[in-house]
């Protein structure tokens, strides 16, 4: 019997299947997806998580950022950082990164889907394997959850679609454009390339959503897109509970709000450090305060965010008011990097 099967393999579940590994349990990672794994997601990470994914070994290639610029049709502010850059990185260059790691450890992963799970008292077993304890990083959509029953309704339906261009970023920040449809986030991945992502309620393409945002538009006029438009959501993922017996939830899996504060990584690798050492000292059940302690302050201020976001009167001075107050824009901004 091993020490914890990891059911997914994106940024959670490989991060969790390493820590655990470093700290000397055995693990095998269930994952059905061959090769790098794309996502539609903004592609920055922020500087603790980029120390973080130091101390395990894993060393993404990217370009560096060193804050955040919002912007409106009006106003432009910019929160630069403190404690060192960002990385902005490919999603697939991140998970091969993370999948070199995984065979320097020599952690197996089973190309396989998890299927029906089975508990009691001492083991867990899913897919052939049987296990001390289960880390289910299967997604936004965990069907792991869905079958534990440990889910909830979505909330605003928001989405996100992501696209790449070919051109030099014409920034070292990641820049954020609001407009009434949502926001466009801007986050320069290589030397030649940016990856924008669009967060909104509203239906259509990208291109048509583009269209509210007139500023990136000019900015992207002459760049070639390079890659195909990929989406993501229902975003909102309320979750009852992170525990159910051996078995432990975490990544998106684990709850999402929003992704406004471009957090979602960061959080992944804090709560995955969490779990592991529940598992390590087998007390699964103190992985509930753990989770919620150390994600407190990004969901607090993701939820608020998306509270006046989703306000018609307060969403128009979302902006004006950080440009108003830059040091407490910057603060804030400093704080969640």
Same mark, same amino acid.
């Given at each position: 019997?091993?020490?914890?099967?990891?059911?997914?393999?994106?940024?959670?579940g490989?991060?969790?299947?390493?820590?655990?590994?470093?700290?000397?349990?055995?693990?095998? #990672?269930?994952?059905?997806?061959?090769?790098? +794994?794309?996502?539609a997601?903004?592609?920055?990470?922020?500087?603790?998580?980029?120390?973080?994914?130091?101390r395990?070994?894993?060393?993404?290639?990217?370009?560096?950022?060193?804050?955040?610029?919002?912007?409106?049709?009006?106003h432009?502010?910019?929160?630069r950082?403190t404690?060192?850059?960002?990385?902005?990185?490919?999603?697939?260059t991140?998970?091969?990164?993370?999948?070199?790691?995984?065979?320097?450890? @020599?952690?197996?992963?089973?190309? &396989?889907?998890?299927?029906?799970?089975?508990q @009691?008292?001492?083991? #867990?077993?899913?897919?052939?394997? &049987?296990?001390?304890?289960?880390?289910?990083? !299967?997604?936004?959509?965990? /069907?792991?959850?869905?079958?534990?029953?440990?889910?909830?309704?979505?909330?605003?339906?928001?989405?996100?679609?992501?696209?790449?261009?070919?051109?030099?970023?014409?920034?070292?920040?990641?820049? #954020?454009?609001?407009?009434?449809?949502?926001?466009?986030?801007? &986050?320069?991945?290589?030397?030649?390339?940016?990856?924008?992502?669009i967060? &909104?309620? =509203?239906?259509?393409?990208? !291109?048509?959503?583009?269209d509210a945002?007139?500023a990136?538009?000019?900015?992207?006029?002459?760049?070639?897109?390079?890659?195909?438009?990929?989406? =993501?959501? /229902?975003?909102?993922?309320?979750?009852?509970?992170?525990?159910?017996?051996?078995?432990l939830?975490?990544?998106?899996?684990?709850?999402? +709000?929003?992704?406004?504060?471009?957090?979602? +990584?960061?959080?992944?690798?804090?709560?995955?450090?969490?779990? #592991?050492?529940?598992?390590?000292?087998g007390?699964?059940a103190?992985?509930?305060?753990?989770?919620?302690?150390?994600?407190?302050?990004?969901?607090?201020?993701?939820?608020?965010?998306?509270?006046?976001?989703?306000?018609?009167?307060?969403?128009?001075?979302?902006?004006?008011?950080?440009?108003?107050?830059?040091?407490?824009?910057?603060? +804030?901004? @400093?704080?969640?990097?």
């Amino acid at each position: 019997m091993i020490d914890l099967l990891v059911a997914g393999c994106g940024p959670a579940g490989a991060t969790t299947a390493i820590r655990a590994a470093l700290a000397g349990l055995s693990v095998v #990672v269930l994952e059905p997806r061959t090769g790098p +794994i794309d996502k539609a997601c903004g592609e920055g990470i922020a500087h603790s998580a980029v120390d973080y994914l130091a101390r395990l070994g894993v060393h993404p290639s990217g370009r560096p950022f060193h804050g955040i610029r919002y912007l409106d049709a009006r106003h432009s502010v910019d929160a630069r950082f403190t404690a060192g850059p960002g990385l902005g990185v490919r999603r697939t260059t991140l998970h091969q990164a993370l999948l070199d790691r995984l065979s320097e450890l @020599n952690v197996p992963i089973d190309h &396989t889907r998890i299927g029906p799970i089975t508990q @009691n008292d001492t083991s #867990v077993t899913a897919a052939g394997h &049987t296990a001390r304890y289960l880390a289910a990083a !299967d997604g936004l959509h965990s /069907p792991i959850r869905r079958q534990l029953d440990l889910g909830g309704s979505t909330g605003a339906p928001r989405r996100g679609l992501r696209q790449h261009y070919r051109v030099s970023p014409w920034t070292d920040l990641v820049e #954020v454009y609001w407009s009434g449809l949502g926001e466009a986030y801007v &986050t320069p991945v290589a030397d030649n390339l940016v990856g924008v992502a669009i967060l &909104t309620t =509203a239906r259509g393409t990208f !291109d048509s959503h583009l269209d509210a945002f007139p500023a990136l538009k000019r900015r992207l006029c002459s760049a070639a897109p390079v890659s195909a438009v990929m989406g =993501a959501g /229902p975003l909102r993922q309320r979750v009852h509970r992170r525990v159910a017996g051996r078995v432990l939830l975490v990544g998106d899996a684990a709850g999402y +709000i929003d992704a406004l504060t471009g957090e979602g +990584i960061a959080v992944a690798l804090r709560t995955s450090a969490e779990l #592991v050492d529940c598992v390590r000292v087998g007390r699964p059940a103190d992985y509930e305060a753990a989770w919620r302690r150390v994600s407190r302050e990004c969901r607090l201020l993701t939820a608020s965010l998306l509270w006046a976001r989703n306000r018609s009167l307060l969403a128009p001075h979302i902006v004006p008011a950080a440009a108003r107050l830059p040091g407490v824009y910057a603060r +804030i901004v @400093n704080r969640l990097s």
